[in-house]
């Protein structure tokens, strides 16, 4: 594997709301796989915060999401159509 692909691994898994499926999707790492290249590839403390920073976390499981589908929206954020604010 090329030195652009692991950085881009390595982003995506340091990004919250990638799940591992995309990094599977995408490269055809499996979740074991992605650990294995980040303790690898990281320093010893940077595996260790991203670890805790991810184990447990819903958002890298897709199963575990409470969403189905695209990205999470807040209610308060309104609708952008055609470059202009629409209003409530």
Do not use: Y
């Not at 303790?39 to 920073?53: I, V």
């Amino acid at each position: 594997m090329d030195d652009v692909k692991i950085d881009r691994i390595i982003e995506m898994a340091w990004e919250d709301r990638t799940p591992f499926d995309a990094i599977t999707f995408q490269f055809g790492l499996k979740e074991q796989e992605v650990i294995q290249l980040m303790r690898k590839e990281l320093k010893p403390s940077s595996f260790r915060l991203w670890r805790e920073r991810v184990q447990g976390r819903a958002t890298k499981h897709s199963k575990k999401r409470n969403f189905d589908k695209g990205r999470f929206k807040c209610s308060r954020q309104r609708t952008i159509t055609n470059n202009s604010i629409s209003k409530r």
